[in-house]
């Protein structure tokens, strides 16, 4: 299956013959990495193309103030070298961005991975072309390369959104998205800084910016539900037991509904006597990590009531860690119960709100009027800023996706096929999308994202590798398989409150056109099922798939 690079054909151009290979792999974060590596184990030739100028994906782009793991760090790693595993130290139980960032350079390095990677490579198009069986990539130089499989390691939250606001480009100040953050470091001190948006993102980035700087302005338009991380440094003797207990760990990891650590208890909310839930809550907020949203009772998210019960717990705990009661109810949701969107972690987040310098401006209340030269304007007052920082997220799930010129059999564009929602096949594959597999895609269990992404590198090398082992050039996911999939994952999803809630979570996004109706964008069984399902097709020979 190796690239021949001197052969000619139509697709080859008067500036010389096209580059080609058997693999072309789109993004070199987490997913795209692993990808490489596998695939070169396998014998292939490979290209990754990042937009990027280094490696690392989310690890990479998002490095704005706070951004860190929300997932215990030994817990996110990779785990598929053990060499790796014993020579690589986490600092911290929830790594920050330039440790991951340095974690992940360090795996690139030791594989040897960058002499397959093309830096500042954006791919703005990829065609299908049937008679040679291969994908047609187009680079934003103009320049074109050609493979025999597609995969597309972009991510499920990489394309970032900038709010649909009146005046947006005539701040005069520096602004920001999250996601964009500047290389060189961004000094708040003594500065009036604007943060807009409280998801996730919003949240790490608060806390931090308001350790130094002059003043601070949120503009929140829905808050979320926050719940301490109880981040520690993590010390030797610490680091040694991890390690000595890494496969138990990932033993552990693939046994629970969505990989991480924390594991849903078998009870439901109202079994136990009022005084236990309030016991189990306070344990549950008082220890490190997503437990409580993930380890909680297992009708959490299933049962309104008992979602009302957790919701109020938390409330009590806002209003406890807030002083003023104003700011406090600001601060509680009211359109969503606990845990139905993602839930931030955070370090003295509500404590911001009791600095004489932090203000909270509900932007339901007093709308966005403009972004203006010298700050912005709500439908109640004037603001001046220094600085604007634009945490509002992502074009989540598809978005990435969207934002390539993706076209498959006859030109049939992607973007198209997922009007209304996306459709896949194990969320790897896509009926009139030949040879295009997705790592991270739609309907893929996210969880503790590394975890995930192991599982379907590995699966995707497997039947790749299947393919060369029986010469195999051609694969597509069936009609019936796509319907079955998408319906399966629909079901899997139905009763679940995260899905009757607007989030990224449902693919909602209110500044895209087309975004606004939900749909059911990730699969939300468990991650156990799901690898249980893909492994039934590859021992089978992958039957489900047209293989030719
Ligand atoms: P999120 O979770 O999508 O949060 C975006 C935030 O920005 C959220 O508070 C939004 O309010 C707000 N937003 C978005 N557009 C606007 C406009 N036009 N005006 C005002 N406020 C706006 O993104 P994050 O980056 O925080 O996190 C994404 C994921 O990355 C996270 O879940 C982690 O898994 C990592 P809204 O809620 O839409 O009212």
Known sequence: MAASPSA????????????????????????????????????LTVRVFETGTGV?????????????????SYSYGYSFSKELLEEWD??????????????????????????????????????????????DIELADGSHHRARFLITAIGPLSAPQMPRLAGIDSFKGPSFHTARWPKEPVDFTGKRVAVIGTGATGVQTIQEVAKTCGSLTIFQRTPNWCAPLHNGKIDAAEMRA????????????????????HTTDPRATFEVSDAEREAFYEKLYGERGFGIWVGN????????????????????????????????????????????????LETKYYEVYNQPNVTLVDIKETPIEAITATGLRTSAADFAFDMIVYATGFDAITGSFDRIDIRGVDGQRLKDTWTGGPQTYLGVQVEDFPNMMMLMGPHTALGNIPRSIEYNVDWVTGLIGHMRDHGLTRVEATAEGVATWTEH????????????????????????????????????????????????????????????
């Open 90 to 135: 986490w600092t911290e139980h929830f790594s920050p961005q330039p440790e991951t960032e340095r974690y992940l350079n360090h795996v690139a390095d030791k594989f040897d991975l960058r002499r397959d990677i093309q830096f500042g490579a954006r791919v703005v198009a990829a065609t299908w072309q049937e008679a040679p069986r291969e994908w």
């Open 242 to 261: 991890i390690k000595d207990g890494y496969p138990a760990m990932f033993a552990h990891c693939r046994e629970t509904f969505s990989c991480f650590l």
């Open 56 to 72: 690392g994906g989310t690890w990479y782009w998002n490095r704005y103030p706070g951004a860190r793991f929300d997932s215990e």
């Open 8 to 43: 000619t054909t139509s697709a080859d151009t008067l500036a010389g013959p096209v580059p080609r290979y058997d693999a072309i792999v789109i993004g070199a974060g987490i997913s795209g990495l692993y990808q490489l590596h596998r695939l070169r184990r396998l014998g």
């Open 297 to 344: 009772f297992r009708d959490m998210l299933t049962d309104p009531k008992a979602n009302a019960a957790i919701s109020d717990f938390v409330a009590r705990k806002i209003r406890q860690r807030v002083k003023d009661q104003t700011v406090a109810e600001k601060l509680i949701p009211r359109n969503h119960g606990f845990g139905t969107r993602r839930v931030p």
């Open 489 to 548: 994952v629909r079901k899997v999803g139905a009763g679940l409150l995260s899905n009757e809630v607007n989030s990224w979570f449902t693919g909602i996004n209110s500044n895209i056109d087309g975004k606004q109706t939900r749909v059911i964008a990730r699969y939300s069984g468990s991650a156990p099922e799901y690898r249980a399902t893909c492994d039934a097709v590859a021992a089978g020979g992958y039957r489900e798939l047209m293989l030719g």
